[in-house]
């Protein structure tokens, strides 16, 4: 979909559930060489910029309270696109993974920086195994930020 000159991919298949999408800046949209719809939950794309080659992936890991199979097929996914993507390209996953990496390293300190909120849990035990597997960052924690721009949503009597 082409919106006021930038592009827009999405991948999703019951309007209202699930679903993810990339869009482009207008300078960037020739760049893009590939786009991969994986499945409702994330997808893929290729650009190509001054020679280097960035692969990024929007994704949504299914949410806590669904079928342990659900998200072990959603990792299992990811990690057959990420292994896919050569040792000498670029990668970037922009997510909503579900879980929570806490405020604490723990035993991740190399790829966790120690700017999270709150505690982990299953999820973000999940997603820093991920990153420590592919030797990725979890980049969000690597600088300090206000409270309002780490939590996401708040109520009388919680806050994640």
Do not use: C
Request: zero cysteines; charged letters at 25%; glycine letters at 12%.
């Amino acid at each position: 979909m082409n919106v006021d000159g930038y592009k827009l991919w999405f991948s999703g298949v019951v309007k209202g559930k699930n679903g993810v999408g990339i869009l482009i800046d207008r300078e960037l949209r020739e760049s893009v060489v590939e786009v991969r719809w994986v499945n409702d939950r994330f997808m893929v794309i290729k650009v190509v910029v001054r020679g280097s080659t960035l692969n990024v992936i929007s994704a949504y890991a299914p949410q806590t309270g669904l079928a342990e199979e659900v998200k072990r097929r959603f990792w299992e996914a990811l990690d057959e696109v990420v292994r896919g993507i050569l040792p000498t390209e670029k990668l970037f996953i922009r997510k909503d993974f579900s879980g929570h990496i806490g405020s604490s390293t723990g035993d991740y300190g190399e790829v966790h920086g120690g700017f999270g909120f709150g505690n982990k849990n299953e999820g973000g035990t999940s997603l820093l195994d991920f990153a420590r597997a592919f030797e990725l960052v979890i980049v969000n924690s690597m600088f300090l930020k206000r409270e309002e721009h780490l939590v996401t949503f708040w109520s009388i009597v919680a806050k994640t």
